[in-house]
């Protein structure tokens, strides 16, 4: 049985949504372990005996991590947070993995408090699932590292590859990094350098595919994209900010006038459909790899679907080794 | 008069597409005088005497700098490509303002080599309009510098307020730098610096809003937007991949079935609204800002319309006296 320590007390509207999500993931998967972290009082009334006795366990706490908190303040608020004890109980292996809906500078730094680094891997990464054209891709850095070298670079892409291959176990991993042109001459040094250091080791579990600009992020012949923290927060940003004005134009001309209104009534199954491919609900959560245990990020601003789609995400990186996966990958 | 000297023979199906977009220009521009640089037969027998004989003159050549030339080797084309002999005729003052369909990389260099720097502007920057929720952006560095010091985005910053001053007069220019979050101490040591020199100076022309992530590029309430050339590059180019990656998915709905078709049709006047908003020919022009004579390079894939449109860009720029604009803030 897989067990997910998960903080109940973080992001929007917990630890309603939370628990909403765990017995929404619950009605699908009935071989999950969750350990569940925040207000026993409050949760227990959220269960309401939803969820089979046997699949859950409350670790009661009432201290938590706020939104505004500094990482140093949240460190600060001491070990009896439920962000805190979630870490520690994957620190103590009494789970497998951690996810958390609160504030994402305190859930890395009390990662990087509790957990060791894997062997070889000199820093953590934060990664993401984008749609594209035939499926979905892994982006990774997106803000956890300013200042990357090619070494950092180069595990991110051993650790993208097999973050990618944990959850499609049956595709093929196509590897590139983020640049400004497709040349093996572009770019800056460090990029150049992971280039040369990707293109001599022949890894088994991926293909390196040289480089893809931003404009190719999502035509889907690469779905593992690899880029320092700072261009990957802005490229994942850029794209979130450009859909959200896209999908906003489309809907002041479709509400704009009676014709609009009348065949968008008509059109309502395919508007609908469009609407479902990209909601952000379906990429929810982030996930941070490098440390001995994954740890994931639901996005604050979700629901319980989106809450429980990264409940799924949890298992299927449970299911696929991750850990595993990168300790073989990066000692080839 | 202003005069634009016009390379002819740059980008996909030239000169054709240029000589249609002059003409098409000239239709609404009666005080324009074209220099058009090219292969003068064919050239005439486009023109077919669509353009008033005052206000065109064809400069004979047959040398042309191809697409597939590295910069290097259309410099080494000579001096009588038509690329280099329209920036030429700017370095002589017979021309106000250079346009360019072609090679980029290219027009680059050709300008560098021609044209001098702005006295206390160290690296010239390309420049572009994106649209955004309340009208258009500039957005600069877009790749002509990978690595940039404080000194270069300060520069960049007055620039962009000069070029967005000079195409929009009555607008108020909101200047921010691109980073991945929007407190003070976020951001690269560039940056943070950039931001303190940006805050001391109290300029006349424009306001320093601070710091701008990715997902606020198009809301509007920043207008000049500036960041290095490789992360301008990433978040111009991501952008662009998410706009074909949503139109794409939309048409795929509204073509994928009777119901969708018919909806569609009765709708055809609002999407081709939505069509028109996202029509990159509106923005089609980047702007080469830091030398003592602008460039401006159309898009190579762009048709005639296009063309006209960075034409008007031409026009706004010396009308908007840009480069005076440029002298007086940066020696402010």
Known sequence: MIKIAVDAMGGDNSPKKIIDGIIHHHKFN???????????????????NKIAKNNFEISNTLNKVSSEDSPLEAAKRGKDTSMWLAIESVKKKDCDIV??????????????????MIDN??????????????????VLDLGANIDCSSKNLFDFSIMG???FKSLYPTQT?????????????KGNETIKETFKILKEKKLDDFNFKGYIEGNE???????????????????????????????????????GNL??????????????KFKKRLDPRLYNGA????????????HGGTDYIGFSNSLDVCCKIIKGNLIDKIKRNISL
């Open 121 to 138: 891997i000199d820093k953590p990464a934060l990664s993401a699932l984008w749609p594209n054209k035939k499926g979905m891709s892994v």
């Open 173 to 185: 991993t196509n590897v590139a990094l983020l640049n400004i042109g497709s040349e093996e001459l």
């Open 99 to 116: 996810i958390s809906a609160g504030n994402t500078g305190a859930l890395l730094v009390i990662s990087k408090l509790n957990l060791k």
């Open 259 to 272: 014709m609009g209104k009348i065949s968008s009534f008509l059109n309502i199954q395919n508007l609908n």
């Open 30 to 48: 009935k071989d999950i372990f969750y350990k569940i972290f925040g207000d026993q009082i409050e949760i227990n009334k959220l269960i309401d």
């Open 161 to 163: 590859a097999s973050l």
């Open 287 to 298: 996930i941070f790899i490098g440390l001995d245990s994954p740890v994931v990020k639901s």
């Open 217 to 255: 992020l999502m035509n889907g012949n690469v779905n593992v994209i690899v880029s320092d923290g700072f261009t990957g927060n802005v490229a994942l940003k850029t794209a979130e900010g450009t859909a959200n004005f896209i999908t906003s134009e489309l809907k002041k001309v479709l509400s």
